[in-house]
């Protein structure tokens, strides 16, 4: 029976160093070779997902990229984006224009560049140096915003996101997602998009039954893919709320958690 094999990266895919090994590697490529689907499930943009696409040799054997915490899926082989969900352009400038006022860091990604208004922010330079984008500085982002994004990364130090995150969550968490991705970075998204409603998407393109997802995460990002999945399997990593939802624990990113469970409970099956 195909499945859809969804993976998230940091914590995840990767390991402390920021590498996918050979073993979990190979366990993924075996995977798409025996005829499933495998997916890199991220808050990233798309093109901050190349490296990772090109390890797992998705150019070669296919694979899928579902990026912006749901708001795409690319196919990497063919270069073709299966789904795009964009914010309302018109609500993206009301963001905007209420987060003047916020001590937060704005990331908005296009193509293959961060577009900022402060391109020395640490977290900025953070970011473009983990998903190898370069900075494109936009002095006057807030106000000359002349597309549609597919979401906003906001960031600011742990103990100085909260409260501007909850004014963002106030002004606009009945027409928004939003999620702490991280103890630092804070996203809006478009309505009703999730790394889960991304899984539910891709089951109805590739004609898979939700019941033959398989999904592998460890932070409460990911927490959506866990709800709707066929399997659930928590990193060995994991924070104890998504262990507590998972059907498998398995071994940590730094002891190839994936692989172990692949060729344990679907490779040794072929």
Known sequence: MKKLIAVDVDGTLVNSNGQITARTREALIAATKAGHEVMIVSGRATFGLR?????????????????????????????????????????????????????????????????????????????????????????NLKNGLDFAPNKFLFAQDPDKID????????????????????????????????????????????????????????????????EVAGTGVAMGNAVESIKNIADYVTKSNNEDGIAYYLENFVLNKE
């Open 51 to 139: 490296h990772q696409a090109k390890t797992l040799a998705f150019d070669k054997y296919g694979g899928v990229l579902s990026s912006f915490n749901g708001g795409e899926l690319f196919d990497f082989k063919e270069k073709k984006v299966l789904a795009s969900h964009k914010m309302d352009y018109d609500l993206a400038k009301e963001i905007l224009e209420f987060s003047k006022d916020l001590d937060l860091e704005l990331m908005i990604f296009d193509g293959d560049k961060i577009l900022t208004d402060r391109p020395d922010g640490y977290y900025v330079k953070r970011e473009s140096e983990i998903i190898d984008m370069d900075i494109k500085p936009i002095k």
């Open 163 to 226: 409260k501007p995150a909850q004014k963002l969550m106030k002004k606009f968490g009945d027409v928004t997602e939003q999620v702490k991705s991280s103890r630092f970075y804070y996203e809006v998204m478009p309505k009703g998009l999730s790394k889960g409603s991304s899984i539910i998407e891709a089951c109805k393109i590739f004609g898979i039954d939700i019941k033959d997802t398989i999904v592998f995460g460890d932070e409460m990002n990911d927490i959506s893919m866990f």
